[in-house]
């Protein structure tokens, strides 16, 4: 039995440590939040990640809450369908889930602590000595055998790598709610409607009869939308989405919207001795792909799995660097202040799209299983 340290309690950190936990481990996660939780609206749990939570135990707990995806649309102000990618290319009970990470939090959560991982909430680590953590305050935790830094895309751990991280902050982020869907108006599909490459807006059904919004903004542009109130921000996006008319009903006020800043981030190494970095903490993207749960998930299981953390890294790299590239591209598309970027988009991704290696690829690509240009990997 080895001494496990993993510092963060969010997707990769509860994942890792409800498997390190099944396997005879003794594991303790370190949350810096006192009263830890989710933070953001909801996600699209992909057939990869959908695979790990079944190996976890969880995914019939997870589903029940959640909405069944069976595809992602992209349309146009004007009417022109350029992105229509339905699972079912793939086979016919490929499907995506579209969940509240309040729900996943608390499967992870209960997974993890049935298993018997101990969560510590309100442990800020500041430094490292080794094998051992160090709080804010003094106190010392392990000494581990392998401590594991799960503490998202503004990782602290990542400091204690002896590698430079390159690191860019988005400009673009997002306004987010979660809305009642009475009408069941985007019920199966993740739909997303554009204007150019400077207006977005996404509906992402998260279960229990609601819908996730998700308003592309510039950061520096959000006090403002705040500031211009309800009725402006409504009229705005009802131009773009006559559609989201009965869910906007349930918008009362723009304190219901929470700003999503991006941020991307890649290391020449993800572990030093018996420091590894998993998920947003060595890989973060922005969510052109909607893959960020999904790789942490998997590199939760791949790292379980790993005879070394050599082998680890190995196993996971290829993916997140392909995923990574592919987020950075598309963000010229789909985040840009030049509308003329979405024109390639929008007049040659349907009809590139329809030849049938290209299409099948795509759907690869949104499935999570691509780990290159030409490569997939088994689930």
Excluded at 87 to 100: C, D, M, P, Q, S
Excluded at 336 to 352: E, F, H, Q, S, T
Aim: aromatic share 8%; charged share 20%; net charge positive.
């Amino acid at each position: 039995m080895s001494a496990i340290g993993i510092v963060g309690a969010g997707t990769a950190g509860l994942a890792a440590a409800a498997l390190y936990a099944r396997a005879g481990h003794d594991v303790q996660v370190l949350e810096r939040a006192p009263n830890p939780g989710p933070v953001g609206a909801g996600l699209l749990l992909q057939p990869t990640g959908i695979g790990v939570l079944r190996r976890l135990g969880v995914l019939d707990e997870v589903a029940a809450g959640a909405a069944r995806v069976s595809e992602v649309v992209g349309t146009t102000v004007g009417g022109r369908r350029f992105m229509d990618l339905a699972y079912a290319g793939l086979g016919e009970e490929v499907h995506g889930l579209g969940v509240h990470r309040g729900a996943l939090f608390t499967a992870l959560r209960g997974a993890a602590a049935r298993a018997g991982a101990a969560l510590l909430p309100g442990v800020e680590i500041v430094r490292r000595q080794d094998r051992t953590l160090i709080d804010a305050g003094g106190a010392r935790y392990g000494p581990y055998d392998r401590i594991v830094g799960a503490d998202g895309a503004r990782s602290a751990m990542r400091r204690f790598l002896p590698v430079r991280a390159r690191i860019h902050d988005h400009r673009w982020g997002a306004l987010w709610g979660i809305f009642p869907d009475a009408a069941g108006s985007f019920d199966g599909r993740l739909d997303q409607y554009f204007d150019g490459a400077s207006r977005m807006v996404g509906f992402l059904p998260t279960g229990a009869g609601a819908v996730s919004i998700f308003w592309s903004v510039r950061l520096d542009r959000i006090d403002a939308v705040r500031t211009a109130g309800v009725g402006a921000f409504r009229a705005d996006l009802l131009s773009l989405a006559p559609v989201a008319e009965p869910v906007l009903g349930g918008l009362t006020s723009m304190e219901q919207l929470m700003p999503a800043s991006y941020r991307q981030v890649s290391l020449p190494a993800w572990h030093d001795g018996t420091l590894v970095l998993v998920g947003d903490a060595a890989h973060a993207l922005s969510p052109q792909l909607g893959q960020g749960a999904n790789l942490a998930l998997m590199d939760a299981a791949a790292l379980v799995d790993a005879e070394s953390l050599d082998a680890f890294e190995a196993a996971r790299r290829a993916q997140a660097r392909f995923y990574g590239f592919g987020a950075r591209a598309l963000n010229v598309v789909f985040q840009n202040d030049l509308d003329l970027a979405a024109w390639p988009r929008d007049r040659l991704m349907g009809p590139v799209s329809r030849m049938p290696w290209v299409r099948r690829r795509a759907l690869e690509v949104l499935a999570g299983i691509a780990a290159g240009p030409f490569a997939s990997i088994k689930t």
